[in-house]
């Protein structure tokens, strides 16, 4: 396909083709990704600037993938392409944008906890301020307690 003059060659993929003669186990892991990926991939193992696109076939159980040497994919095919490399890209950008905008948010919780809690020490410094009720303990006696249920179902 390099030498000769042809600018693109089609591989008609047919499920039950590929089907026939397997188990039911093999069948149920061959599905048209896994197909079309396979022809993918061989084409960029041949050739890194050949193009392969996935053409639109009538039936669910065939497809057809054109594969366009360098300079030759139609406008259609470079846009999908392009498409799915922005997209990652894209992911990629988003993940660092989100993570940093949380390391930024974590760290702006951290510098108000930290001026709350000086003021508060400031605040308890100067008016003699101390804060109350934070070690609580419970003074019923066991029978106080075990008695308090039945308190609650006469009422």
Request: proline share 2%; charged share 40%; aromatic share 4%.
């Amino acid at each position: 396909f390099d030498s000769c003059s042809e600018t693109v060659v089609k591989v008609k993929i047919v499920l039950s083709d590929m089907q026939k003669g397997l188990n039911d186990e093999d069948k149920a892991r061959i599905n048209m990704d896994v197909l079309r990926y396979i022809v993918y991939e061989a084409a960029e193992e041949c050739n890194e600037d050949w193009v392969a696109h996935n053409e639109p076939s009538e039936f669910l159980d065939e497809s057809v993938v054109a594969i366009y040497k360098d300079g030759h994919a139609p406008e259609e095919a470079l846009e999908e392409l392009n498409r799915v490399e922005l997209t990652e890209d894209m992911i990629g950008e988003q993940r660092a944008m989100q993570e940093q905008q949380r390391k930024k948010a974590s760290e702006e919780n951290r510098n108000i906890e930290a001026v709350h809690k000086k003021a508060l020490e400031e605040d308890a410094d100067q008016h003699g301020v101390e804060a109350l009720n934070t070690n609580k303990r419970d003074r019923r006696t066991a029978s106080d307690f075990q008695s308090e249920p039945n308190k609650r179902t006469k009422q």
